[in-house]
């Protein structure tokens, strides 16, 4: 099936997500109202986050569970939504209000009961998080209205069905599909613009679910693919993927196009942009996903394709490296055998106690007697250590950072490796551990924190 020809009975759509910095208050919300209204010839579906910060500052009535601290939140909420409410017109804001009121009163509500709660649930958690897109829909609603532009709100509970795991729920596609066949394909009909919330949704019992932190994104896959859209735009506060971290280097260009495996490493490799797995959906259907800034709007951004043959433009550029990520706060344990297991049961026995201890591992190097592998300082513990000098000798040293070069036919080009050894070389740099091949994309190694900068800035000007 052609992907980019219209359905029958679906409207060539554009979904347009728009992330918290981006409805963060009157003035970014109202950027948004003009990104939206250029994009009406095109069926816009607007999916919207919680206003920056609103997620962290729900889950915090769960954490602190004390009356005088709770007050305070639900007052700053309340003051910040007020502000971008009283931006509205009059009657617009007559219309919005009661019903961000009736919101309002139930998260009240819903407060009043956890602080009475001795232990507070994931199933309560997830409810307490749906305020922020709740919310923040009633307003960007509100805002286009005042505009003159069609829209109505759409609770994505009564669209996205999932199962019931809270806090990271999956989705039932086909009765979501259903659902938005039903509730949204109409109002597309009728030139109106749903905005729906993202992160939310709902199980087979209809209690309140989310999609996981960030899950969002992952709402615009789900609408995507439920109304075989043309593209998603996730509008952020950022210009897109860039060829290295601007701290770092100066000169840092945007990534114009990425393959969707490029952007996952990417991501994986220390580019926090969005992640990976909440596009996937779309980016199997072949539907591009955007990303572009909600502050410069006119600037192209990167686009993310699920195939990297469509991206024959680049083809022909010289060396084959999209981007230079790297990802610091990194251990390296190195574990010697103790010969007791015999030749096979090793290596086996060795993620069993890094699965048992629940620690994710990163890059691993192995040779007969040894395995070097990497983790996150942060899931460095005590008790995984003691596990592991049970069958083998244990090394431990903190202070790494992954850097990783990324790009698509960057594994058969031997001129990259020549690069890479050259710019260590000639900048004094040892590396510690070296993988490549595992993907064909990306070249990874692991060298001392203190040589990561000058790492980056030195293979930046190499590649770009
Ligand atoms: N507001 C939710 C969060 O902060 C979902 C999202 O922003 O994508 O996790
Ligand atoms: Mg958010």
């Given at each position: 099936?052609?992907?980019?020809?219209?359905?029958e009975?679906?409207f060539?759509?554009?979904?347009?997500?728009?992330?918290?910095?981006?409805?963060?208050?009157?003035?970014?919300?109202?950027?948004?109202?003009?990104?939206?209204?250029r994009?009406?010839?095109?069926?816009?579906?607007?999916?919207?986050?919680?206003?920056?910060?609103?997620?962290?500052?729900?889950?915090?009535?769960?954490?602190?569970?004390?009356k005088?601290?709770?007050?305070?939140?639900?007052?700053?909420?309340?003051?910040?939504?007020?502000?971008?409410?009283?931006s509205f017109?009059?009657?617009?804001?007559a219309?919005?209000?009661?019903?961000?009121?009736?919101?309002?009163?139930?998260?009240?509500?819903?407060?009043?009961?956890?602080?009475q709660?001795?232990?507070?649930?994931?199933?309560?958690?997830?409810?307490l998080a749906?305020?922020?897109?709740?919310?923040?829909s009633?307003?960007?609603?509100?805002?286009?209205?005042?505009?003159?532009?069609?829209?109505?709100?759409?609770?994505?509970?009564?669209?996205?069905?999932t199962?019931?795991?809270f806090g990271a729920?999956?989705?039932?596609?086909?009765?979501?599909?259903?659902?938005?066949a039903?509730?949204?394909?109409?109002?597309?009909?009728r030139k109106?613009?749903?905005?729906?919330?993202?992160?939310?949704?709902?199980?087979?019992?209809?209690?309140?679910?989310t999609?996981?932190?960030?899950?969002s994104?992952?709402?615009?896959?789900?609408t995507?693919v439920?109304?075989?859209?043309?593209?998603?735009?996730?509008?952020?506060d950022i210009?897109?993927?860039?060829?290295?971290?601007?701290?770092?280097?100066?000169?840092?260009?945007?990534?114009?196009?990425?393959?969707?495996?490029?952007?996952?490493?990417?991501?994986?490799?220390?580019?926090?942009?969005?992640?990976?797995?909440?596009?996937?959906p779309?980016?199997?259907?072949n539907?591009?996903?955007?990303i572009l800034?909600?502050?410069?709007?006119?600037?192209?951004?990167t686009?993310?394709?699920?195939?990297?043959s469509?991206?024959?433009?680049?083809?022909?550029?010289?060396?084959?490296?999209?981007?230079?990520?790297?990802?610091k706060?990194?251990?390296?344990m190195?574990?010697?055998?103790l010969?007791?297991?015999?030749?096979y049961?090793?290596?086996?026995?060795l993620?069993?106690?890094f699965a048992?201890?629940?620690?994710?591992?990163?890059?691993v190097?192995?040779?007969?007697?040894?395995?070097?592998m990497?983790i996150?300082?942060?899931?460095y513990?005590?008790?995984?250590?003691?596990?592991?000098?049970?069958?083998?000798?244990v090394?431990?040293?903190?202070?790494?950072?992954?850097?990783?070069?990324?790009?698509?036919?960057?594994?058969?080009?031997?001129?990259?490796?020549?690069?890479?050894?050259?710019?260590?070389?000639?900048a004094?740099?040892?590396?510690?551990?070296?993988?490549?091949?595992?993907?064909?994309?990306?070249?990874?190694?692991?060298?001392?924190?203190?040589?990561c900068?000058?790492?980056?800035?030195?293979?930046h000007?190499?590649?770009f």
């Open positions: 099936m052609q992907p980019n020809l219209p359905r009975g679906f060539m759509s554009i979904i347009l997500k728009f992330g918290g910095t981006s409805v963060a208050n009157t003035t970014a919300i109202n950027q948004v109202v003009g990104i939206i209204r994009t009406l010839p095109k069926n816009p579906v607007v999916i919207t986050s919680a206003l920056a910060h609103v997620t962290n500052l729900l889950l915090s009535i769960a954490e602190f569970r004390q005088v601290a709770v007050e305070k939140i639900l007052r700053d909420l309340k003051k910040r939504h007020w502000e971008v409410l009283r017109k009059p009657h617009i804001q219309k919005i209000e009661p019903l961000l009121t009736e919101e309002f009163l139930e998260l009240e509500r819903l407060a009043a009961r956890l602080l709660k001795s232990n507070v649930t994931k199933k309560d958690l997830d409810l749906s305020f922020g897109e709740r919310f923040s009633w307003l960007l609603t509100g805002a286009l209205l005042s505009q003159k532009i069609p829209a109505q709100r759409v609770d994505s509970r009564e669209l996205v069905v199962d019931s795991n729920a999956e989705v039932d596609f086909e009765k979501t599909r259903r659902n938005f039903r509730k949204i394909s109409p109002l597309l009909r109106i613009i749903p905005v729906i919330t993202g992160f939310i949704g709902r199980n087979h019992k209809g209690n309140t679910t999609l996981g932190r960030g899950g994104d992952y709402s615009a896959a789900i995507a439920c109304l075989h859209a043309k593209e998603i735009q996730i509008w952020k210009p897109g993927f860039m060829t290295a971290d601007p701290r770092v280097v100066k000169t840092a260009r945007i990534i114009p196009q990425l393959s969707f495996q490029e952007a996952a490493e990417l991501s994986y490799f220390g580019a926090k942009l969005l992640h990976p797995k909440t596009i996937h779309a980016v199997a259907q539907i591009p996903v955007r800034n909600t502050f410069a709007p006119d600037n192209p951004g686009i993310i394709y699920g195939k990297s469509l991206r024959q433009a680049q083809a022909d550029k010289s060396l084959p490296v999209m981007a230079i990520a790297y990802k706060g990194i251990t390296i190195n574990i010697s055998s010969r007791m297991l015999g030749p049961g090793f290596l086996e026995e993620f069993r106690i048992a201890h629940r620690v994710p591992i990163d890059v190097a192995t040779s007969e007697v040894s395995v070097s990497t996150e300082d942060k899931t513990n005590a008790g995984l250590i003691g596990a592991l000098q049970k069958i083998g000798m090394e431990v040293r903190h202070g790494h950072v992954i850097l990783s070069l990324v790009g698509t036919g960057l594994k058969n080009d031997p001129r990259v490796e020549a690069h890479i050894f050259e710019v260590f070389r000639l004094k740099i040892p590396t510690e551990m070296i993988s490549k091949g595992a993907s064909s994309i990306n070249f990874t190694c692991i060298i001392e924190e203190k040589f900068e000058k790492a980056v800035r030195a293979l000007s190499k590649f």
